[in-house]
């Protein structure tokens, strides 16, 4: 197949998985979610390899509408991710992404939180999956993927709709996030003007 078609997949696919995950939802947990959330003193969000990067990315995102939230993969590696975890307590939440292929680092800290009494809410593709054993609530986003370990694309959309969950429940006011949007707006360019496209000149 060509480029296109492949990068038509994906996205095809994407949808789908994304799609799946809003099915999966069921009456309950995302109300016990969102109070786990807006209630916890600090959100500490987990992955491994890949899904590092997605607990990034909450993260950035999340700190837009609380203080607290955190991601504890950091460069200082898996001691130091242990050592930020022991920092915790009940009173706060432990976000952890868990996909195939699933990281033996991730569980682990999870069981650690679990023993320690701190809630941990999973987002992961089976019910069955190693993490759902320390989780109090669980989120299912399918990760099939042709090609790769795992997809992230229902990942992501439950990431960005649990951001919006903190938004509803932000306890800053409207004024307060306005002002740190325009301080924001300091660091980022506008969009240019679109031009049209150039023509190829004839020899």
């Known amino acids: 197949s060509s480029?296109?078609?492949?990068?038509?997949?994906?996205?095809?696919?994407?949808?789908?998985q994304a799609q799946a995950a809003a099915g999966l939802l069921d009456a309950d947990t995302p109300e016990?979610?969102?109070?786990?959330?807006?209630?916890?003193?600090?959100?500490?969000?987990?992955?491994?390899?890949?899904s590092a990067y997605l607990a990034g990315y909450f993260a950035s995102y999340a700190g837009?509408?609380?203080?607290?939230?955190?991601?504890?993969?950091?460069?200082?590696?898996?001691?130091?991710?242990?050592?930020?975890?022991?920092?915790?307590?009940?009173?706060?939440?432990?976000?952890?992404?868990?996909?195939?292929?699933?990281?033996?680092q991730t569980l682990e800290l999870c069981a650690l939180a679990h023993a320690r009494g701190i809630p941990v809410l999973a987002i992961t593709d089976s019910p069955g999956a190693p993490i759902a054993a320390?989780?109090?609530h669980i989120l299912?986003?399918?990760?099939?993927?042709?090609?790769?370990?795992?997809?992230?694309?229902?990942?992501?959309?439950?990431?960005?709709?649990?951001?919006?969950?903190?938004?509803?429940?932000?306890?800053?006011?409207?004024?307060?996030?306005?002002e740190r949007s325009q301080l924001a707006d300091a660091f980022h360019a506008e969009a240019s003007p679109q031009r049209p496209p150039r023509t190829a000149r004839r020899p």
Do not use: N
Request: charged fraction near 15%; include cysteine.
């Open 134 to 136: 320390h989780a109090r």
């Open 32 to 50: 016990a979610v969102a109070q786990l959330l807006a209630q916890a003193r600090q959100i500490a969000v987990l992955g491994s390899d890949v």
């Open 140 to 178: 299912l986003a399918p990760a099939q993927h042709p090609m790769l370990p795992a997809s992230a694309m229902g990942v992501l959309g439950l990431l960005e709709g649990l951001c919006t969950v903190l938004a509803a429940s932000s306890a800053w006011s409207a004024d307060e996030m306005r």
């Open 3 to 16: 480029a296109l078609q492949r990068l038509q997949s994906t996205l095809q696919s994407g949808a789908s």
């Open 64 to 104: 837009l509408f609380r203080p607290g939230v955190e991601s504890l993969t950091q460069s200082g590696g898996a001691s130091e991710a242990q050592r930020r975890l022991l920092a915790l307590g009940p009173d706060d939440a432990l976000l952890a992404i868990s996909l195939p292929r699933y990281s033996r």
